[in-house]
């Protein structure tokens, strides 16, 4: 149910569905490949999806029910589907999602998967990381979360490892290479997950992979119970369904809960977390950047201070950009999300509260029909979100947007954007700056060349 | 990577190499859907096994019932708007995700495509049922844009629960006094997208084509069947009718109506585009209202004139013949300057072509034109027909998937039925080559000892590629970095990626130059960093 909107229908939603975040988080384990125990269009669909966005082989293996499945169960199809692709990719693990049909059905996957192992435990089996998500309940980011929790739940045990762990959330290729960056410079061993830096942001190939290589090794994840410590992103995550908060639960890792680190000040938290881990000052780099991007805010603030800005997509990116607009002088008047943690207005408030003179706006599950509708009124100067406001929002308002987050689809190099460190707020910061200079130099009729 | 071919690849052995990594059952079942095209002594090809289930766990291109009858058939119609009722995800992805193109005749007409509207069901509705909130969803999406038509469309859950969609459109049609109509698209019925197309037909028969009874103008009119407009194509086919003088009812249905398809019955001749999606539909106008139809395809320079021709043959009037041929001497000459200009980069190289139910087929010719020859083809999700030609019908074998799809009983209608000719002109436009509800299918016009393959996966087109080194593969977004991985450029020809129009004189042209692009592109040359391609000299130290 939507919080409080007069529509009970969704139009032009501001959401994916569950599955597809968690085929997300899978394609981040190493020698993965994600599994939809449901009808194939599902898979076609996401396959398509999350393709479009990181222009990369993604593969989704599917139980392929048909009708028949459908009214006597998929259990059959499930076995058959995952032993071919075992047999075909060689897989070393298998990320199992549900979907909306297996689980009105309410085909038990758990004992399906037992059935498999007593009927085919003489094979050598992969980690099956099985996860509940019916795309009825919830969004991509429960799939997304829920999926981790699920990989942890099946691998993770007592050994130890200096490693700590980064539960980095819903961020693109670059910036988890932007982390592990950090992580080096720190000497801070670090198991990132899930890490689809190249799994979906690959090179060129020499050779065919049935698997696109790369992503967090499953012994890495297996030692995630005996890491010091975890750090996880989101502010508006609740611990009870994280990775981190299992990590807690299980194994006594230290949970340490941070927000995306977006903007200055949110990094700063993300840096002293890293220098207590590590009990090492902020290297020089990383205080060199930090330098550039305070002395890019002073002389970029002439153009962005004041404008009014809208921001909308996931949750916790939401709130990090908040912090980060508030921050540059810019004023938040609408923070939008499709989800509905019930947390969004107090993980804004928590980041912008001692900054700006007048919360904005903040709307949870709400889609772009409704944002559209606000904004009307809000005359908004600049917009941050992904490509799906651009028609119902941007383009009709004729206002700039600044594409951030997923997914983008109408501009090239989506796997490239940084959202993270003071690197991913140097880059956010210059493209503010930038689509409000380029917007005002194309209104203008005396056409300035130097602005 | 090399874009030639090594060396002479028997196709046989390959489909038995490709076979034999099989489990037995799987690669029986497989071996019925790869064949080595040739045909016997009467000119017929070899039997197919199409439009079967999908192997669990292998990854297909296919898509599902939801995604053929939303997607495809009644995505690009501006002004009827789509509700899915059910959870978010299906009406997401089939959110503009095709490029079909649409213009409203002024900037004020309704255009309802950049919407995405769905009941967004949650676990509250899957529990208690979700007609409630589908009729209230209905009742929104009237008094936001207040349309003419609203269709409402089924996702797997729906079925399940057994929420009556039909009930609720009809009370809703009724309340509301606009057109309601639902369609059982559930994603789980029907092999592929192809069980949608037929869903989607009959609900298009039953509740929008003939409502409308208003004479449409012109001397020469007809409907386009199966043209979904990606790309700009029923832009550039509209224009070309414009000039001949032919009259367009509507368009099934890229840069379509409402209003078009409720009058289409009154054209008098139905040209198929994409057979496997729209044949219901021309069958069944044909049965009901008279107006016969043909085959034709307006995908390369030659078959634009030739579809041309064949529509003037069949109105048989002299001056329309005339226009026709001034345009086809206008134009033709102009592609065909464009194929001279690309030939030095693409004759002699290899095309593979797996897509859809009728592109596979229809691109073959452009790649002809081009001096390209296609080495491999099979479609997404047709059926034996689309392969081997309508005269298997009789033979094909309704299964279970097939036998759970309506198929409508239709009648003439006792008082709009009309006989477009009589028999002894049917007769004569037959004799002279016009062949009337036919489509020969793909594998008559491939040439012996190509390879057909039905439902492609990954494995197989990796083994493909490998063997032939194609110069470009055609399939979808799903399968181009898969194939660019392999150091193949892939076209997509389900949404042509950023081009078009491909389609008619002007689309043939803009083809060509993609093509020869593509083909000669040098970054595959860039594989290797130029010290790992020309290594310094080595050397050894002395001691050694």
């Known amino acids: 149910m939507k919080d409080g909107s007069p529509f009970v229908s969704t139009t032009n939603a501001c959401k994916l569905c569950t599955p597809l975040g968690a085929c997300l988080a899978f394609k981040g384990i190493e020698g993965c490949v994600p599994f939809l125990h449901g009808s194939q269009g599902c898979a076609t669909y996401m396959r398509r999806y999350i393709i479009s966005h990181f222009r990369e082989p993604v593969d989704i293996a599917s139980s392929a029910l048909g009708e028949k499945n459908a009214i006597y169960g998929g259990g059959a199809n499930l076995k058959k589907g995952l032993l071919n692709v075992m047999d075909k990719y060689g897989a070393k693990a298998i990320g199992l999602a549900t979907t909306c049909l297996t689980e009105t059905i309410g085909d038990d996957v758990k004992m399906i998967l037992s059935e498999f192992r007593s009927e085919f435990g003489d094979l050598s089996l992969p980690a099956i990381l099985p996860v509940s998500t019916p795309s009825y309940s919830g969004t991509h980011m429960d799939g997304f979360t829920g999926a981790l929790r699920a990989a942890v739940d099946v691998l993770a045990g007592e050994e130890k490892t200096p490693a700590v762990n980064v539960l980095s959330g819903f961020v693109s290729p670059e910036d988890i290479r932007h982390l592990k960056t950090i992580c080096r410079a720190f000497c801070l061993p670090a198991t990132i997950l899930p890490d689809y830096s190249d799994t979906l942001d690959g090179g060129a190939w020499e050779e065919y992979e049935k698997i696109s290589p790369g992503g967090t090794p499953i012994a890495a994840i297996r030692a995630m119970g005996g890491a010091p410590a975890s750090l996880e992103f989101g502010r508006t995550l609740d611990p009870a369904r994280t990775a981190g908060g299992l990590l807690e639960e299980r194994f006594g890792v230290k949970r340490l809960g941070l927000g995306l680190p977006i903007g200055l000040r949110e990094t700063d938290a993300f840096m002293a977390a890293l220098e207590e881990l590590s009990g090492r000052c902020l290297p020089r780099a990383l205080g060199a950047e930090r330098a550039r991007l305070v002395d890019a805010l002073v002389d970029g603030h002439k153009y962005v201070a004041g404008k009014r800005c809208l921001i909308y997509g996931e949750e916790d990116l939401a709130v990090g950009l908040a912090s980060f607009a508030a921050e540059i002088g810019l004023v938040p008047v609408l923070v939008a999300s499709g989800g509905s943690s019930g947390r969004l207005t107090s993980a804004v408030a928590a980041v912008s509260g001692d900054i700006l003179r007048e919360q904005p706006q903040v709307a949870s599950g709400v889609d772009f029909y409704e944002i559209a509708d606000k904004a009307k009124t809000l005359a908004p100067d600049l917009i941050l979100g992904n490509s799906k406001g651009y028609r119902v929002l941007a383009k009709e308002l004729n206002v700039p947007l600044v594409r951030v987050g997923f997914p983008i689809h109408d501009r090239f190099g989506a796997s490239r954007v940084i959202h993270l460190g003071y690197r991913g707020a140097q880059s956010l910061f210059d493209r503010v700056a930038n689509a409000l200079i380029e917007k005002k130099q194309a209104d203008s009729d005396i056409g300035y060349g130097y602005i | 990577m090399t874009t030639k071919p090594k060396k002479t690849v028997d196709p046989?052995?390959?489909?038995?190499?490709?076979?034999?990594?099989?489990?037995?059952?799987?690669?029986?079942?497989?071996?019925?859907?790869?064949?080595?095209?040739?045909?016997?002594?009467?000119?017929?090809?070899?039997?197919?096994?199409?439009?079967?289930?999908?192997?669990?766990?292998?990854?297909?291109?296919?898509?599902?019932?939801?995604?053929?009858?939303?997607?495809?058939?009644?995505?690009?119609?501006?002004?009827?708007?789509?509700?899915?009722?059910?959870?978010?995800?299906?009406?997401?992805?089939?959110?503009?995700?095709?490029?079909?193109?649409?213009?409203?005749?002024?900037?004020?007409?309704?255009?309802?495509?950049?919407?995405?509207?769905?009941?967004?069901?949650?676990?509250?509705?899957?529990?208690?049922?979700?007609?409630?909130?589908?009729?209230?969803?209905?009742?929104?999406?009237?008094?936001?844009?207040?349309?003419?038509?609203?269709?409402?469309?089924?996702?797997?859950?729906?079925?399940?629960?057994?929420?009556?969609?039909?009930?609720?459109?009809?009370?809703?049609?009724?309340?509301?006094?606009?057109?309601?109509?639902?369609?059982?698209?559930?994603?789980?019925?029907?092999?592929?997208?192809?069980?949608?197309?037929?869903?989607?037909?009959?609900?298009?028969?039953?509740?929008?084509?003939?409502?409308?009874?208003?004479?449409?103008?012109?001397?020469?009119?007809?409907?386009?069947?199966?043209?979904?407009?990606?790309?700009?194509?029923?832009?550039?086919?509209?224009?070309?009718?414009?000039?001949?003088?032919?009259?367009?009812?509507?368009?099934?249905?890229?840069?379509?109506?409402?209003?078009?398809?409720?009058?289409?019955?009154?054209?008098?001749?139905?040209?198929?585009?994409?057979?496997?999606?729209?044949?219901?539909?021309?069958?069944?106008?044909?049965?009901?209202?008279?107006?016969?139809?043909?085959?034709?395809?307006?995908?390369?320079?030659?078959?634009?004139?030739?579809?041309?021709?064949?529509?003037?043959?069949?109105?048989?009037?002299?001056?329309?013949?005339?226009?026709?041929?001034?345009?086809?001497?206008?134009?033709?000459?102009?592609?065909?300057?464009?194929?001279?200009?690309?030939?030095?980069?693409?004759?002699?190289?290899?095309?593979?072509?797996?897509?859809?139910?009728?592109?596979?087929?229809?691109?073959?010719?452009?790649?002809?034109?081009?001096?390209?020859?296609?080495?491999?083809?099979?479609?997404?999700?047709?059926?034996?027909?689309?392969?081997?030609?309508?005269?298997?019908?009789?033979?094909?074998?309704?299964?279970?998937?097939?036998?759970?799809?309506?198929?409508?009983?239709?009648?003439?209608?006792?008082?709009?039925?009309?006989?477009?000719?009589?028999?002894?002109?049917?007769?004569?436009?037959?004799?002279?080559?016009?062949?009337?509800?036919?489509?020969?299918?793909?594998?008559?016009?491939?040439?012996?000892?190509?390879?057909?393959?039905?439902?492609?996966?990954?494995?197989?087109?990796?083994?493909?590629?490998?063997?032939?080194?194609?110069?470009?593969?055609?399939?979808?977004?799903?399968?181009?970095?898969?194939?660019?991985?392999?150091?193949?450029?892939?076209?997509?020809?389900?949404?042509?990626?950023?081009?078009?129009?491909?389609?008619?004189?002007?689309?043939?042209?803009?083809?060509?130059?993609?093509?020869?692009?593509?083909?000669?592109?040098?970054?595959w040359t860039y594989m290797k960093a130029p010290w790992e391609e020309n290594p310094e000299l080595s050397a050894t130290y002395v001691w050694e």
């Not at chain 2, 208003?214 to 009119?221: R, S």
């Open chain 2, 12 to 523: 046989s052995v390959l489909k038995e190499e490709m076979l034999r990594k099989y489990p037995p059952k799987v690669a029986r079942k497989r071996s019925k859907q790869i064949l080595v095209n040739e045909l016997d002594e009467q000119g017929h090809s070899q039997e197919i096994m199409s439009n079967v289930r999908t192997i669990p766990g292998i990854i297909t291109q296919r898509g599902c019932t939801y995604a053929g009858c939303k997607g495809v058939v009644l995505g690009p119609t501006r002004d009827i708007v789509n509700i899915t009722h059910g959870p978010i995800g299906c009406g997401f992805y089939s959110w503009l995700t095709r490029r079909n193109q649409t213009l409203p005749p002024t900037p004020e007409s309704e255009n309802y495509m950049p919407y995405c509207f769905s009941t967004d069901m949650g676990e509250h509705d899957i529990v208690f049922g979700g007609e409630k909130k589908l009729r209230q969803a209905v009742q929104e999406a009237f008094d936001a844009m207040n349309p003419k038509a609203i269709g409402i469309f089924s996702t797997c859950p729906v079925g399940l629960i057994g929420d009556d969609v039909h009930a609720v459109a009809r009370d809703m049609k009724e309340k509301l006094g606009i057109n309601v109509f639902a369609f059982s698209c559930e994603g789980y019925k029907g092999v592929s997208q192809s069980a949608g197309h037929h869903i989607a037909n009959n609900q298009l028969f039953k509740h929008v084509i003939g409502l409308d009874d208003t004479p449409t103008e012109g001397k020469f009119k007809i409907n386009l069947l199966g043209e979904y407009n990606i790309g700009g194509d029923a832009f550039e086919l509209e224009e070309l009718f414009t000039r001949c003088g032919i009259t367009l009812v509507s368009t099934f249905s890229g840069n379509s109506s409402y209003d078009q398809f409720a009058k289409s019955h009154s054209a008098d001749l139905n040209c198929v585009m994409c057979h496997r999606s729209i044949n219901y539909v021309a069958e069944m106008i044909e049965k009901k209202f008279g107006a016969p139809w043909i085959k034709v395809n307006f995908i390369g320079g030659e078959a634009t004139a030739k579809s041309l021709r064949r529509i003037a043959q069949y109105f048989g009037d002299k001056e329309l013949i005339e226009r026709v041929e001034a345009v086809i001497a206008e134009e033709l000459p102009k592609v065909k300057a464009a194929a001279e200009e690309v030939l030095p980069t693409t004759e002699g190289k290899l095309a593979m072509l797996f897509v859809g139910g009728s592109r596979a087929h229809h691109y073959q010719e452009l790649f002809h034109e081009m001096g390209m020859k296609t080495i491999a083809a099979g479609y997404e999700f047709a059926h034996r027909d689309d392969y081997e030609g309508r005269h298997v019908l009789p033979s094909v074998k309704v299964d279970a998937d097939s036998r759970n799809i309506e198929e409508l009983e239709v009648e003439a209608d006792p008082a709009r039925y009309r006989a477009r000719k009589t028999p002894e002109e049917l007769k004569a436009l037959e004799d002279a080559g016009v062949e009337f509800k036919n489509y020969p299918g793909m594998m008559m016009e491939m040439e012996s000892k190509t390879l057909i393959i039905d439902d492609i996966n990954h494995y197989e087109s990796e083994a493909l590629i490998e063997k032939y080194k194609p110069a470009v593969f055609c399939a979808g977004i799903k399968e181009k970095y898969v194939v660019q991985k392999l150091g193949v450029p892939l076209k997509q020809l389900h949404n042509y990626d950023v081009g078009g129009p491909y389609a008619g004189f002007g689309g043939a042209a803009n083809f060509y130059r993609e093509i020869a692009r593509l083909v000669s592109s040098k970054v």
